[in-house]
């Protein structure tokens, strides 16, 4: 199946820094990913959607100056939290579909645990 | 909130026994899917169901729809300790390419 690999896996950062997350596809080609926050016990909430070589689609409530989305390649979208602060600790999860495939599901990155000090 | 809305919240069972999870929507939808997800981990792709479909078996997991109800329902059947988890529905509504995902079902199986 395909594989989506996102990195880091964890990052532990002061307030105020800004910290990116990468998510590539590495067998296939994704023009659309899909980024989610998860809080500990909770469900994933989708926030925004990546599509290559545009803007990002962000889901209502999501700042977009704040969580920073470039899907540069058809297998790399980045999020990048902008001045980090303790209440953007969360984890962070990417995914993606294989439309080239007629693939209707997802594809998940192993997530990334953001701490923010 | 178009969350989608599953029950129980926790689950603890004996292992071989059977596991049912349910999860309620409320868009009209493309398919349905579920996923499993490891503490601190990424989600697993478990089964897809389409909107057309009303049942679907994939080894142990058994899979019912009820587009009329805007419900599903899995059922993990024999289950082992390694079915310890968080299982999560997942619906793409019609005319996106989007999935909006359950609140989710954490399992606990026990030897």
């Known amino acids: 199946g395909a594989v989506v690999s996102q990195h880091p896996s964890w990052v532990i950062c002061k307030s105020g820094t800004s910290v990116k997350i990468e998510c590539r596809s590495l067998d296939f080609q994704a023009t659309t990913m899909f980024w989610y926050r998860q809080f500990p016990k909770q469900s994933l909430m989708l926030m925004a959607t990546?599509?290559?070589?545009?803007?990002?689609?962000?889901e209502q409530g999501v700042e977009k100056d704040k969580f920073l989305i470039n899907h540069a390649s058809l297998t790399l979208s980045t999020l990048t939290v902008t001045s980090a602060h303790p209440e953007d600790s969360s984890f962070y999860i990417c995914s993606a579909r294989d439309l080239d495939r007629g693939d209707e599901k997802l594809f998940f990155g192993s997530g990334t645990q953001l701490s923010v000090l | 909130s178009q969350q989608g809305e599953e029950d129980p919240q926790a689950l603890s069972i004996q292992e071989g026994e059977n596991a049912t999870m349910n999860c309620s929507y409320k868009t009209s939808i493309n398919n349905l899917q579920w996923y499993r997800q490891n503490s601190g981990r990424g989600l697993v792709h478990l089964i897809l169901?389409?909107?057309?479909?009303r049942e679907k078996h994939s080894g142990r997991l058994r899979v019912t729809l009820d587009t009329s109800k805007k419900s599903s329902s899995l059922l993990i059947t024999a289950s082992r300790a390694a079915d310890t988890a968080s299982y999560f529905c997942a619906t793409e509504a019609t005319g996106t390419y989007k999935y909006i995902f359950g609140t989710g079902t954490r399992l606990k199986v026990l030897a």
């Open positions: 169901i389409r909107s057309n479909e």
């Open positions: 990546s599509n290559e070589g545009s803007k990002a689609t962000y």
